[in-house]
Structures are given as structure tokens and as C-alpha cells.
């Protein structure tokens, strides 16, 4: 076993056990804090064998996270209140996102840790001004989740500055693959589309399905992670995505065809918060050397074969 201590925030759900699980693979000692708000813990197999130390607590306590940071050098912050669930309760968003942030980088501070790694997201852009988007494009979010993300952000510099606190964020694009809870971001609506087809039910789709997503799998997000932890790269800000535009009119079509099934999609009349989405991840692949290599096609058949094996999980 390595002798590094990792702590990951938000290990149990559904970017952080795929994580945890690569973490463990790979030697380290790994502690995960989770407050369990999902009511899921996909790390628990983990935990009972004595393969990593599970916390059950919450970001928000400044208390719980001075003890899971004991000792640790190096995190990986996940934790976060999900874009839905900022859209429902802004205030949440506030707490969870920003001022749980600030105790875990404020933690790190204090216990000296080597780097801190952790999530943003493509929402702190908002409506694209262009596409392919890369790090510079202007910060447009208009809702919660994406406003609290990107002050995350600004806090991390500040912080950094201030107290030599290194760092690497990363913005997700559309993160999509196996144990991804139904109700979350955006990229529900694959697991919600495979469900129904499955039910025999049309996939129900808002607006008239040519608003698109840069689909991004898990296994490539996992890859960008471990990368920023090997790395001597420090104080920066990756946007990690696949970097190929997909409209949901095609992916539920995809869905519908490797199913077999005849059902045509359902277009709700609905309005569309972010229209356009595909990522510039050139300063990933030159920086980090990270190259995205699951293609959708390729995801969309794993997924849909666990759903079909493990309904339960969806
Ligand atoms: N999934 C995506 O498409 C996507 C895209 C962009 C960014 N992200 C970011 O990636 C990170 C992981 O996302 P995910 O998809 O795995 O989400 P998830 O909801 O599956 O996992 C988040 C985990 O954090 C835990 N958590 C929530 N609030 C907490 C709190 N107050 N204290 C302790 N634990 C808490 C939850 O119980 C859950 O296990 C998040 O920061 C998210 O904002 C995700």
C-alpha cells in the first residue's frame, strides 16, 4: 500500500466512487467524507472489506471536516449540491457549494496539504458565446448552481494567493456513466431516457431536442483527476469534456435504436436553460496530457447494459 493519504469529499456518489474505486486500485489510502444526502453509498462494498475509511458527515460542519482532513495530502473535492437541487433551494447552494467549499480549503490550509483537486463545472458559462468553449469564455451562469461554483472558483485564487494553498479545478462538460443518480444535471436525462424505453415509454424530451451536450464519460473524468494528482501542474483551471456536440433528438434516437425499439420520442414544449454545449480541452491535452477516449457510442452501450442488469441502482 501507498503510503499518500487521499480524502475525497462526495465519495460516495456518483463521480466520487468512481474515484474512490480508481484510487484504491491504485494503492492509496483513502478517506471518503459524504453526508450520505443522496441515500446512496456507492463506495459501501469499500468500506465493510477495509479497503477505505468512510466518514459519514457533512461540509457544512467545519468540525467534520477537520477530522477527515487529519493527516491527509492531497484532496479531491466533489461534494456539491446538484444543479436541480440549487434551482429548488438557492440557499442550499449558498451553504453546500460555497461555504463547504471554503471549509474544505480552509481545512486543507490548516492540515498543510500538497494539492487540492477539485470540481467546477461547465454551468459557471452559462450560454455559450461560442463554441468550442474553452477556459476564457465569458462566466454567464445565471442560476445557483453554476453562480456558486464560480465563486468557488474565485475563492480558490484567493485563497491560493493568500495562503500558497495549490490547487487544480477542473469544469466538467455533461458527465455521464454508470451509477449516475436520475435526478442531478443534465445528463439524467440519459438514465431517464433509458428507463422508459425500457418501460416500453417514449423518451420525453424538452424543447424540440436539437439543444445538444458534449457528452463526457466518467472513465475520462477519473483519468483527468489522477492525472492533475501526478502532475507538477499547479493553479490552474482545466474545462475536461470530449469535446463533441451530440443533440438529445440523437442520443435518444441512439438510445431507441440500439434497444430495438419502435417508439418515437415525445417533445415537450418546455424552456431550455443552455442551448449549446462542446468543450475546448486542448489546454487538458497539452498541460495535463489527458485525451478523452470514450466515445458515446461506446458509453451509451455500457450504460445501458448496467441499467438493463442493475435497474435497482437507476
Ligand atoms: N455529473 C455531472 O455531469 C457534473 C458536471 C459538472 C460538475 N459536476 C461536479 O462534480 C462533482 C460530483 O458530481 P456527481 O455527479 O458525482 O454528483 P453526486 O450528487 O452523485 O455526488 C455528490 C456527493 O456529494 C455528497 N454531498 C452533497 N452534499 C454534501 C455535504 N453537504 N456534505 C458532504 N457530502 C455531500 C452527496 O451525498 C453525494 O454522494 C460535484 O461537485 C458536481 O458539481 C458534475
Given at each position: 500500500?501507498?503510503?499518500?493519504?487521499?480524502?475525497?469529499?462526495?465519495?460516495?456518489?456518483?463521480?466520487?466512487?468512481?474515484?474512490?474505486?480508481?484510487?484504491?486500485?491504485?494503492?492509496?489510502?483513502?478517506?471518503?467524507?459524504?453526508?450520505?444526502?443522496?441515500?446512496?453509498?456507492?463506495?459501501?462494498?469499500?468500506?465493510?472489506?477495509?479497503?477505505?475509511?468512510?466518514?459519514?458527515?457533512?461540509?457544512?460542519?467545519?468540525?467534520?471536516?477537520?477530522?477527515?482532513?487529519?493527516?491527509?495530502?492531497?484532496?479531491?473535492?466533489?461534494?456539491?449540491?446538484?444543479?436541480?437541487?440549487?434551482?429548488?433551494?438557492?440557499?442550499?447552494?449558498?451553504?453546500?457549494?460555497?461555504?463547504?467549499?471554503?471549509?474544505?480549503?480552509?481545512?486543507?490550509?490548516?492540515?498543510?496539504?500538497?494539492?487540492?483537486i477539485y470540481a467546477s463545472t461547465?454551468?459557471?458559462?452559462?450560454?455559450?458565446?461560442?463554441?468550442?468553449?474553452?477556459?476564457?469564455?465569458?462566466?454567464?451562469?445565471?442560476?445557483?448552481?453554476?453562480?456558486?461554483?464560480?465563486?468557488?472558483?474565485?475563492?480558490?485564487?484567493?485563497?491560493?494567493?493568500?495562503?500558497?494553498?495549490?490547487?487544480i479545478g477542473f469544469r466538467y462538460?455533461?458527465?455521464?456513466?454508470?451509477?449516475?443518480?436520475?435526478?442531478?444535471?443534465?445528463?439524467?436525462?440519459?438514465?431517464?431516457?433509458?428507463?422508459?424505453?425500457?418501460?416500453?415509454?417514449?423518451?420525453?424530451?424538452?424543447?424540440?431536442?436539437?439543444?445538444?451536450?458534449?457528452?463526457?464519460?466518467?472513465?475520462?473524468v477519473?483519468?483527468a483527476n489522477?492525472?492533475a494528482?501526478?502532475?507538477?501542474?499547479?493553479?490552474?483551471m482545466f474545462n475536461v469534456?470530449?469535446?463533441?456536440?451530440?443533440?438529445?433528438?440523437?442520443?435518444?434516437?441512439?438510445?431507441?435504436?440500439?434497444?430495438?425499439?419502435?417508439?418515437?420520442?415525445?417533445?415537450?414544449?418546455?424552456?431550455?436553460?443552455?442551448?449549446?454545449?462542446?468543450?475546448?480541452?486542448?489546454?487538458l491535452?497539452?498541460?495535463?496530457?489527458?485525451?478523452?477516449?470514450?466515445?458515446?457510442?461506446?458509453?451509451?452501450?455500457?450504460?445501458?447494459?448496467?441499467?438493463?442488469?442493475?435497474?435497482?441502482?437507476?
Amino acid at each position: 500500500m501507498n503510503d499518500t493519504k487521499i480524502l475525497v469529499t462526495g465519495g460516495a456518489g456518483f463521480i466520487g466512487s468512481h474515484l474512490t474505486k480508481e484510487l484504491v486500485k491504485r494503492g492509496y489510502q483513502v478517506v471518503v467524507l459524504d453526508n450520505l444526502s443522496r441515500n446512496v453509498n456507492h463506495v459501501e462494498d469499500l468500506w465493510k472489506e477495509g479497503e477505505i475509511k468512510f466518514l459519514k458527515g457533512d461540509i457544512r460542519e467545519k468540525a467534520h471536516v477537520l477530522t477527515a482532513m487529519k493527516g491527509v495530502d492531497y484532496v479531491f473535492h466533489q461534494a456539491a449540491a446538484c444543479l436541480n437541487r440549487c434551482k429548488a433551494f438557492p440557499k442550499e447552494a449558498i451553504e453546500v457549494n460555497l461555504e463547504g467549499s471554503y471549509n474544505v480549503f480552509g481545512a486543507a490550509i490548516h492540515e498543510n496539504v500538497k494539492k487540492v483537486i477539485y470540481a467546477s463545472t461547465s454551468s459557471v458559462y452559462g450560454q455559450p458565446n461560442y463554441l468550442p468553449m474553452d477556459e476564457k469564455h465569458p462566466t454567464n451562469a445565471r442560476e445557483p448552481y453554476g453562480a456558486t461554483k464560480l465563486c468557488v472558483d474565485k475563492f480558490m485564487e484567493f485563497l491560493s494567493a493568500k495562503h500558497g494553498l495549490k490547487y487544480i479545478g477542473f469544469r466538467y462538460f455533461n458527465v455521464y456513466g454508470t451509477y449516475q443518480s436520475v435526478d442531478a444535471y443534465y445528463t439524467s436525462v440519459i438514465n431517464i431516457f433509458i428507463k422508459r424505453i425500457l418501460n416500453g415509454q417514449s423518451p420525453r424530451i424538452n424543447g424540440d431536442g436539437e439543444q445538444s451536450m458534449d457528452f463526457t464519460h466518467v472513465s475520462d473524468v477519473v483519468a483527468a483527476n489522477i492525472a492533475a494528482l501526478n502532475s507538477d501542474v499547479e493553479n490552474e483551471m482545466f474545462n475536461v469534456g470530449y469535446g463533441q456536440e451530440n443533440s438529445l433528438k440523437m442520443l435518444a434516437n441512439f438510445i431507441l435504436t440500439y434497444l430495438g425499439s419502435d417508439l418515437k420520442p415525445e417533445f415537450i414544449p418546455r424552456e431550455i436553460l443552455v442551448s449549446r454545449r462542446r468543450c475546448d480541452n486542448s489546454k487538458l491535452k497539452k498541460l495535463l496530457r489527458v485525451e478523452c477516449k470514450i466515445d458515446l457510442e461506446t458509453g451509451l452501450k455500457e450504460l445501458v447494459e448496467h441499467v438493463k442488469k442493475y435497474p435497482e441502482i437507476y
